[in-house]
């Protein structure tokens, strides 16, 4: 009977540990880009924080949005377009912190000589379809009153393809520029094969901040475990941003299998600085230019007052005596 007794109670700790464990897992949807880093090195340090941390590496922002509504993830990273179109899809998310800023470059074909986007005219140019990137160049284009569409006829003929494709093509010379991310953008200027034009950060954009948003029902409803992650979050990125050399061997052998030279990697992120913060005011600006533009093509452009909610980044920086 001690002995039956004894197997009970062993199995009841094993179920309750095994709830307790599933309890604590949080479902993260990620990027493989340069400044997606920290948020990849959560799940390295989540058993510190109390956590678990399982991450899925999707190719684009929109992607972790279709994730998040079909009630695969807790949290996600994605650049701010992404966070808004999905919004505006009806993703049920939460911006909650910001995690690294800038990112994007127009880099041209060095024979070509463009030294401006007024001289991206009668000109290919190859963008990530619905990325950051994508909402900068029709900004600058707009800037410079040039027109742009997939069909040629326009001043500017846009060329549809992902971040690594774009570099191939910008290589074969199947397209003349690219508005590109990091770390490709470095990568096609260290190779020879690309040229700087500009940083796109001259729109009310400014410098786009790429977003961590979190489902409504994890914010609500799981809040001792966003707590936690948030914490995790904000650990990570402090220490990328301290020790430099722990984020550039992180990223480059971990995430890149030593795919990125150490001068891509820091070129990229000298472009792409890690950071905690972001504001409603420039999820709405973000929101505005998009409208503008006429990327995403939302029905209903959500507000950022409504949906940004930073309580949880203040908390887990004031825990932990971030600035």
């Not at 299998?257 to 600085?273: E, G, L, M």
């Not at 006429?294 to 029905?299: K, L």
Request: net charge positive; with cysteine; hydrophobic share 45%.
């Amino acid at each position: 009977m001690a002995n039956a007794l004894c197997k009970i109670l062993a199995t009841l700790s094993l179920l309750a540990a095994a709830s307790a464990q599933a309890q604590d897992v949080v479902r993260l949807g990620n990027l493989k880009l340069a400044h997606f880093g920290a948020v990849s090195y959560i799940k390295e340090i989540a058993p510190s924080c109390g956590i678990q941390v399982e991450e899925r590496v999707f190719p684009k922002g929109l992607d972790v949005m279709q994730a998040i509504i079909a009630g695969e993830l807790d949290v996600g990273a994605a650049a701010s377009e992404a966070a808004i179109q999905g919004r505006a899809g009806g993703a049920p998310v939460y911006v909650v912190a910001g995690f690294a800023r800038g990112g994007a470059r127009l880099v041209a074909r060095p024979e070509l000589d463009i030294r401006s986007v007024a001289q991206l005219k009668g000109k290919r140019v190859g963008v990530t379809r619905g990325a950051i990137q994508e909402v900068l160049l029709m900004a600058e284009l707009s800037r410079h009153n040039l027109k742009a569409d997939v069909a040629p006829g326009k001043d500017v003929q846009l060329v549809y393809l992902s971040y690594p494709d774009l570099n191939q093509a910008l290589m074969g010379k199947q397209i003349d520029a690219m508005m590109q991310s990091e770390p490709q953008s470095s990568q096609a200027i260290n190779k020879g094969f690309g040229r700087e034009v500009l940083k796109p950060y001259g729109t009310p954009i400014g410098e786009p901040v790429r977003t961590m948003v979190m489902t409504e029902k994890f914010y609500r409803e799981r809040r001792a475990l966003a707590e936690k992650f948030m914490r995790c979050f904000v650990t990570a990125t402090k220490t990328f941003i301290d020790q430099p050399q722990k984020a550039e061997q992180y990223v480059r052998e971990a995430m890149f299998k030593n795919q990125i030279s150490a001068d891509d990697f820091r070129d990229a992120i000298a472009n792409s600085p890690f950071s905690f913060d972001i504001t409603p005011e420039h999820i709405q600006v973000t929101t505005d230019i998009m409208v503008k533009t006429g990327v995403g093509r939302m029905a209903r452009p959500p507000r950022a007052a409504d949906w940004v909610k930073l309580d949880l980044l203040a908390a887990a920086k004031r825990s932990l005596h971030v600035q």
